[in-house]
């Protein structure tokens, strides 16, 4: 027999989309993304006709890792996705997702956009936070990463000290295509570490964002491995997952799979080939939560450490991960990156940051508040 149970009325009323820039300082550069100066962040809300509102924001510049635009994403959500939700449900978030499977390919951004905004307008509805709409709380705080740009070799040396001094204990170093001066920058970074008396604490990690073929890969790890780096993250370019697995055959440093995990289908072919040591899993890739939780279960099955990590974002994107990390078992956080948006440049309301570790928003939703006229409304949508 089978029993429909009603779901409180509630429905959307109207969709808004909003831009905004956030400027960085200082700027940061990585193999695969170049110099990047802002963040060109897309917002979304989504009011109820109860009054309720839901808020999201996405980077905007992410063509080199899931080729979006913000315009190409402004136009999905405008033109596709922003239409579908219009007196609909939000508290039927599934039902919501799976129609919009049906309707579009890709677009992980703007998928990943309506996921947010609806969970954060369901923990406000219902008053709790929305690591409780995710499976409940875990944890709370989580000690992030800190990277090291490009630059120089003293330019190393002295973020690796403001880092540790600031109480991160874990330091990832950007690598790219400079042999020598990434190795010695790599160089500097450990011998603060030794310096500081903080080898036993400190994790301490290489990226180089898709910039390596294997044999150089290869080249990098024999050159690293005896100044301490613990893991290698995303050596060779994001399909390349044959390459992934041949270093992580070989090499004495773990493998850290990151822009190759772009999908379901990605970790778990990761995961069934064994190319990978560590997966680093990120809602933008992902497209919504609900498939990053997909992600992190195929990971776990597989006994696969989970790292749970963002684009550099502001506050609010940041705050979406947060919630999805409290209700994980992941036990690796890359969280901080809002770190180069000056507070009073985020429209959206402050994290709390406290000796290297990044503490979960109190509050219903999010927990994060939105300065609406601070932003550039591009496109409304209303019944």
């Not at 039927?92 to 049906?102: K, V, W, Y």
């Not at 772009?262 to 778990?268: G, P």
């Not at 497209?287 to 963002?310: C, D, K, T």
Request: glycine fraction near 6%.
């Amino acid at each position: 027999m089978t029993h429909n149970i009603e779901v409180q009325p509630m429905y959307i009323t109207s969709v808004d989309i909003f831009r905004y820039d956030l400027p960085l300082s200082p700027p940061f550069t990585h193999a695969s993304s170049g110099t990047v100066t802002h963040l060109q962040e897309v917002y979304v809300k989504l009011t109820a006709d109860t009054g309720e509102v839901g808020w999201s924001e996405v980077r905007g510049n992410c063509e080199y890792v899931t080729g979006d635009t913000p315009e190409r994403i402004v136009a999905v959500l405008q033109h596709r996705l922003a239409p579908c939700l219009l007196g609909k449900n939000p508290l039927q978030r599934n039902a919501i997702n799976r129609e919009l499977d049906r309707l579009i390919a890709g677009n992980s951004a703007a998928r990943a956009a309506i996921d947010i905004a609806l969970l954060d307008l369901a923990g406000k509805h219902y008053h709790i936070p929305v690591a409780q709409l995710l499976g409940g709380i875990v944890q709370s705080s989580f000690a992030s990463d800190a990277t090291i740009a490009f630059g120089t070799v003293e330019q190393a040396r002295q973020e690796a000290t403001d880092y540790l001094q600031a109480g991160f204990r874990v330091l990832k170093v950007r690598v790219g295509t400079d042999r020598v001066l990434d190795l010695a920058r790599v160089a500097a970074a450990r011998e603060r570490i030794e310096q500081l008396g903080l080898t036993e604490e400190v994790l301490f990690c290489v990226d180089a964002n898709q910039g390596w073929s294997v044999k150089e890969a290869a080249i990098r790890i024999a050159q690293y491995a005896p100044l301490g780096v613990e893991w290698l993250e995303q050596p060779v370019p994001a399909e390349h997952i044959a390459g992934l697995k041949a270093l992580k055959q070989m090499s004495t440093i773990p493998i850290v799979a990151d822009e190759s995990c772009k999908s379901i289908a990605d970790v778990a072919r990761i995961a069934a080939e064994d190319a990978a040591d560590i997966v680093h899993l990120k809602i933008v890739k992902a497209g919504s939560i609900a498939n990053l939780q997909q992600m992190m279960s195929i990971a776990e099955a597989f006994h696969i450490p989970v790292m749970l990590g963002q684009m550099d974002e502001g506050r609010l994107a940041t705050a979406a991960l947060l919630h999805a990390a409290a209700a994980s078992n992941a036990k690796h956080f890359e969280v901080w990156g809002f770190q180069r948006v000056k507070a009073e440049d985020d429209p959206a309301s402050a994290l709390m940051v406290e000796n290297g570790r990044v503490h979960l928003p109190a509050g219903a939703g999010l927990g994060i508040s939105v300065d609406e006229n601070r932003l550039h409304k591009v496109v409304s949508l209303s019944l």
